[in-house]
């Protein structure tokens, strides 16, 4: 009996073993940047397999390369991106070069830090970041001011601000004093600065956030700058 070869779509190959998305990939193709046998293809809906030489920019791309995970702690001051217009400082300028194709799973704003997961599997990103698998996150938040109990209530039943709803919210104040409070704040979503927005809409500003874990995954005693690999969980 032959081998039967398991076949896929084309743009999810080149998102899975590089750094670009399903979507990107697809315009990719449309601009006739990908070959298979040395065949320019410019139409995602084609099949391919393990056999298939697949190239993205005349660099080959791996049918299914081995999985790679690691946790990261990003330093304040640092964007999560690959390029920026403004030439600031990104994670890949502060990370080792073989990290370079690397993606991150969810992101952390240039004023925040802690923990950050990077990936080279676009669909282990995709699944980690979407809202409906509820992935926690944990965050130690220091706010200036005291946080009354009622602020925390209103977290917990989930809030609505400037037509952004945002899902309930668990956080438990560690202390606090009459110039701050120290929170730490668990989130099953990860909206765009959705901390920061959310103490803004009462008047306080959060002046250092700290991811510590991400699902299974914790920052621990890691420092900042500091990588490690890691063994894919699943859920």
């Keep these: 009996m032959k081998n039967i070869q398991v076949s896929e779509r084309i743009a999810k ?12 990939a697809e315009k990719l193709i449309a601009d006739g940047r990908v070959k298979i046998d040395n065949q320019i293809i410019l139409q995602p809906n084609v099949n391919v397999t393990s056999s298939n030489n697949i ?5 080959s791309i791996n049918f299914k390369p081995e999985l790679e995970l690691y946790k990261y702690y990003k330093p304040r ?34 004023d925040s830090e802690g923990l950050l997961l990077l990936t080279n599997n676009g669909d282990i990103k995709r699944t ?33 601000i400037d037509r952004m709803r945002y899902k309930p919210i668990l956080a438990n104040i560690d202390n606090t004093s009459n110039s701050y409070t120290w929170l730490t704040m668990t989130l099953t979503e990860g909206k765009n600065r959705e901390i920061r927005n959310i103490f803004e809409a009462f008047g306080m500003i959060v002046t250092r956030l700290i991811r510590v874990s991400y699902g299974p995954y914790k920052l621990n005693k890691l420092n900042k700058s500091e990588f490690e690999k890691l063994k894919y969980i699943e859920k």
Aim: glycine share 6%; hydrophobic share 30%.
């Design 55 to 59: 190239k993205l920019d005349n660099k």
């Design 128 to 160: 980690m970041e979407l809202p409906n698998n509820n992935w926690k996150r944990t965050y130690r938040v220091r706010v200036h001011g005291r946080v009354e109990d009622d602020i925390i209530l209103k977290f917990k039943k989930g809030l609505k």
């Design 77 to 110: 001051g640092v964007l999560v991106t690959h390029h920026d217009p403004e030439n600031r400082k990104t994670i890949f300028d502060d990370l080792p070069k073989k990290f370079e194709k690397m993606i991150s799973i969810g992101r952390l704003d240039y």
């Design 13 to 24: 190959v080149i998102a899975r073993g590089s750094k670009f998305s399903r979507r990107d």
